[in-house]
């Protein structure tokens, strides 16, 4: 079935570093791509998407770019601060209706960064 | 404004209790999800609904029960035969084929 597969954490970085969390997935088809946000004890945030292929999400700064051929959806960004810290998940949704548009995650991968 | 509530945002159960989350949405969206998330781990899907008066079983069901009799309202029963019900649980909605929104969350302690 499909799935999606996320760099283990936790990742630590000092402020003003460039970051990359990998993001791979198995999936039948043209699945959308996510990456969402969780800072502690809340909901997720939607931080970028893609629905087809070459597509490049961006939004504050975080970048990833949807690449068929190597079934992967890594997010960027060239400068963390502080205030990333965060946990980050990768997502995909299924490229059939049927499946009920729901999303499968990645495990998460925790960001700290440091001052 | 519009969004997506979760009532209430600390739940304690005692064992062998049903308990009932609620999830409210006013972003007029057709799909609504319940998420189940453990420590360190990712979400996986408990019930989700596409319209009103159907909801279809995700990959965790067991325990759970759900209902869906207003478009706006998604609430979850975590029933005594959830074994280990303690989690923080997350509610979402979606416009058909597209991205989720969610809720702030539930954390659920079974005492």
């Known amino acids: 079935g499909d799935s999606v597969t996320q760099m283990e954490g936790p990742v630590t970085l000092s402020e003003e570093a460039f970051l990359t969390i990998n993001c791979t997935y198995t999936?039948?088809?043209?699945?959308?791509l996510f990456w969402y946000v969780q800072y502690p004890g809340e909901g997720l945030q939607l931080l970028l998407k893609?629905?087809?292929?070459?597509d490049k999400g961006s939004n504050k700064g975080f970048e990833a770019t949807y690449r068929k051929e190597t079934t992967s959806f890594h997010l960027e960004k060239g400068s963390v601060q502080v205030s990333d810290s965060a946990v980050y998940f990768c997502?995909?949704?299924?490229?059939?209706?049927?499946?009920?548009?729901?999303?499968?995650f990645g495990q998460g991968t925790e960001l700290s960064v440091k001052p | 404004d519009g969004g997506i509530t979760q009532s209430p945002k600390y739940l304690f159960r005692k064992e062998g209790q049903n308990v009932t989350l609620s999830c409210e949405q006013n972003?007029?969206?057709?799909?609504m999800y319940w998420y189940r998330q453990d420590p360190g781990q990712g979400l996986r899907l408990i019930y989700y609904?596409?319209?009103?008066?159907?909801?279809q079983k995700g990959d965790i069901a067991e325990g759970y029960s759900v209902s869906r009799e207003k478009k706006e309202s998604f609430p979850l029963t975590v029933t005594s035969a959830q074994k280990n019900p303690t989690a923080f649980y997350l509610c979402?909605?979606?416009?058909?084929?597209?991205?989720?929104?969610f809720g702030p969350g539930t954390r659920l302690t079974v005492l």
């Open positions: 999936a039948t088809g043209y699945p959308s």
């Open positions: 972003l007029n969206h057709d799909a």
């Open positions: 979402a909605s979606s416009p058909q084929d597209n991205e989720q929104f």
């Open positions: 609904s596409q319209i009103v008066n159907d909801f």
């Open positions: 997502a995909l949704r299924p490229t059939f209706y049927n499946q009920g548009g729901k999303l499968i």
């Open positions: 893609a629905t087809k292929a070459d």
